[in-house]
């Protein structure tokens, strides 16, 4: 199973950018998904995550400007950044708990991509 994003980019205050994550690899279902991100010196927050059932959740931070979204069939999430800040400046990390099969074997666990950068100039 992996994780891929994409999206990220240098924008300016103010801007917009739309972040992609899909999954890949043996699914048999995709539980929560979701957005966190890390700048440098801090700790990994949550963004935004969504149900599959799509209920979603904010950080206080972004609400009214960021929306997270999915597509099932697809199996991807996104993330609509609005009204971006220097300080959303920062690796975003998609992350979905994933049911897959490895071999014989069931696996219930989170996934995490490999980040993507998002840099918001003032």
């Known amino acids: 199973v992996q994780l891929q994003a994409s999206g990220g980019g240098l924008v300016q205050a103010g801007e917009s950018l739309r972040l992609s994550c899909a999954a890949s690899g043996t699914i048999l279902r995709i539980n929560t998904m979701g957005w966190y991100r890390q700048a440098p010196g801090k700790q990994r927050e949550l963004v935004a995550d969504i149900t599959s059932g799509g209920s979603s959740n904010y950080a206080d931070s972004v609400k009214g400007r960021f929306t997270v979204s999915r597509d099932n069939a697809k199996k991807t999430v996104f993330l609509q950044m609005n009204s971006l800040k220097p300080e959303d400046s920062a690796v975003y990390y998609c992350?979905?708990?994933?049911?897959?099969?490895?071999?014989?074997?069931?696996?219930?666990?989170?996934?995490w991509g490999r980040g993507t950068q998002v840099t918001v100039s003032s």
């Open positions: 992350t979905a708990l994933i049911v897959s099969l490895n071999g014989d074997a069931l696996l219930n666990r989170p996934y």
